[in-house]
Nanobody, 123 residues
């Protein structure tokens, strides 16, 4: 069974930075593609970033490209989302997801999800 636990959310002023972490508890982290999605109040869940199982390929939503960086540390079973130059519109609950297949922008590709961590960016 795979359990994903996010951490690192919080309240930050616009222009600030946060680093989110997602700990993967299962045995198959190194063979899993990983991603971050987010959901703002009253809106659908949106793709943010993804990283392939090898770590060699990353994908980003246009809205975060150049500001956010996804990375993984297989020794720690952890995927990270470094968020810089945060904007009020980045306010959302951020979810970590894992996939045994390919990664992409569609949430149906992912089999396991974390409970989410809240990020609030004040103006």
């Amino acid at each position: 069974q795979v359990l994903l636990v996010e951490s690192g959310g919080g309240l930050v002023q616009a222009g600030g930075s946060l680093r989110l972490s997602c700990l993967h508890s299962g045995r198959f982290f190194s063979s899993s593609g990983m991603a971050w999605f987010r959901q703002a109040p009253g809106q659908e869940r949106d793709f943010v970033a993804a990283i392939s199982l090898s770590g060699s390929t990353t994908y980003y939503a246009d809205s975060v490209k150049g500001r956010f960086t996804i990375s993984r540390d297989d020794a720690k079973n952890t995927v990270y989302l470094q968020m810089n130059s945060l904007l009020p519109e980045d306010t959302a609950v951020y979810y970590c997801a894992s996939s045994f297949a390919r990664v992409g922008v569609t949430d149906s590709l992912y089999q396991h999800w974390g409970q989410g961590t809240q990020v609030i960016v004040s103006s």
